[in-house]
């Protein structure tokens, strides 16, 4: 499960709250870095088999914490890829 929560007044109003669940297939994600901001790019499958871009901003998020997220996500894509290749075979 994948939380973004808005920075201001966060506590008392969850106007900006994005909550994505994993009871989906996480087939891949990209960080984009523009000029002024940071975005996280998600790319799921669903269980019909169609694919969804999730987008996250993740300008405010430190450069270690945003490393960690990159490792637990490319330890999940890596998983669902094994389990793709166990299935098909």
């Known amino acids: 499960m994948v939380i973004n929560k808005s920075l201001l007044l966060s506590e008392y109003l969850n106007?900006?709250?994005h909550v994505v669940e994993f009871e989906k297939k996480l087939i891949g994600f990209k960080f984009q870095n523009f000029i002024v901001y940071k975005r996280l790019v998600l790319y799921i499958i669903n269980s019909r088999g169609h694919r969804k871009k999730e987008i996250f901003n993740v300008t405010l998020v430190q450069?270690?914490?945003r490393k960690y997220v990159k490792q637990s996500l490319n330890k999940i894509v890596r998983n669902?890829?094994?389990k793709k290749i166990i299935v098909d075979d």
């Open 80 to 82: 669902n890829r094994a």
């Open 15 to 17: 106007k900006k709250e």
């Open 63 to 65: 450069h270690k914490k």
